[in-house]
Structures are given as C-alpha cells and as structure tokens.
C-alpha cells in the first residue's frame, strides 16, 4: 500500500469552496524508503496481534515467507538508519541511490556502531 501525501490550499469564497492543488515533490519515492516503512508496518501488525505471524503476512500480502523475513529484518536497522532510509531524497533523474540488496548486510548486523560504519562505507563508496 503507497500512501502519497500532498498539500492541498483551501480557499474559501462566500458559498463556495475552491480547491487548488499544489505541484507534486519531483521524483518518486525510492524502493528501499517503501520497503523500511513495510518493515515497520509489519512489525506493528506482529507487535499488536493483528498478525500471528510471518505466514500471515505472506498470505495477505501474497509474497513468499522469506521475503516477509527480508522486509522484517530492516527493523534491526539503527533508529537513525531507519529514519535515513524513510527520508532519502527523491532521485530526480529518476534512479535510486540506495537499493534494499545493499542495506541487507547492514540489518544482519546486530550492533548499531558496526551498522552505522557499514552505512558510512557504503556511502563513501557511491561518492568515489
């Protein structure tokens, strides 16, 4: 499920109201910033009992078990990386920066400091 959020300026007259749309953000949001707010979602789902578990979510949303556990395993992600990957910049040329395939090492990693250095060698690595 895509939620797409938008500014919308109400004005209003004497009887009527006018409604004006402003532009969308340029961009699109990339996959890896969707997939972190499944993994979150997910996790809400489990926590609060209206999943049971791994195979309930891959019955509802139709994708294989392993996959939930992919998905799953971004929230043992820093807090500060979620958040990161929430709010990467929307690419303009259309590419994305980051891809899920290399943060996966990142979330199989269980101390936050070694994530963090990872996540920094992994940005290094794009900008040289």
Known sequence: MKTI??????????????????DPLPGSVQRVSEVMALAIRFDQ????G?????RQLAE???ISQPRVSQILALVSLAPDLQERLLFL?????????????????LAMEMDWSKQR???KELQS???G
């Open 89 to 105: 910049p929307r690419p303009e040329n259309g590419s994305d920066t980051v891809f899920e395939k290399q943060v996966r090492p």
């Open 5 to 22: 959020k938008r500014r919308v300026a109400v004005k209003t007259t004497r009887r009527r109201k006018k409604v004006d749309q402003c």
């Open 117 to 119: 250095r990872m996540w």
């Open 60 to 62: 509802i949303g139709r």
């Open 45 to 48: 789902l489990i926590r609060s």
């Open 50 to 54: 209206e999943v049971k578990g791994i």
């Open 125 to 127: 690595g794009k900008d």
